[in-house]
Nanobody, 115 residues
Framework: HVRLVQSGGGSVQASGSLKLSCTVS??????RSWYREAPGKEREFVSI?????TTTYADNVKGRFTISQDKNTVYLQMNSLKLEDTAMYYC?????????????WGQGTQVTVSS
């Protein structure tokens, strides 16, 4: 059984930094990613890290956010935060299962950026 537990987040002033963590328990092979959901908006992709370490970022966070991972945890370092980064952030683990995939989500963590 795969379980994702998030930590980090909170409130910060604009231009500040925060780091999110997401610890994965249970065996799973696959990529890890971060999404966010702002009030009244759909959940949007933030960043992904593949099993080989390749990373991709949404244009609106490129150069400010950094995704990384170790064996069991994926991180999102967020620098130069902007008001529009305020959202609930979710990590996702995609697990290779047979010929397809299963997706598992963390519980979400709130990031609030103020002026």
């Amino acid at each position: 059984h795969v379980r994702l537990v998030q930590s980090g987040g909170g409130s910060v002033q604009a231009s500040g930094s925060l780091k999110l963590s997401c610890t994965v328990s249970g065996y799973c092979s696959g990529d890890r990613s971060w999404y966010r959901e702002a009030p009244g908006k759909e959940r949007e992709f933030v960043s992904i890290i593949l099993s080989d370490g390749t990373t991709t970022y949404a244009d609106n966070v490129k150069g400010r956010f950094t995704i990384s991972q170790d064996k069991n945890t994926v991180y999102l370092q967020m620098n130069s935060l902007k008001l529009e980064d305020t959202a609930m952030y979710y990590c996702k683990q995609r697990c290779v299962v047979g010929g397809g995939f299963d997706n598992y989500w963390g519980q979400g963590t709130q990031v609030t950026v103020s002026s």
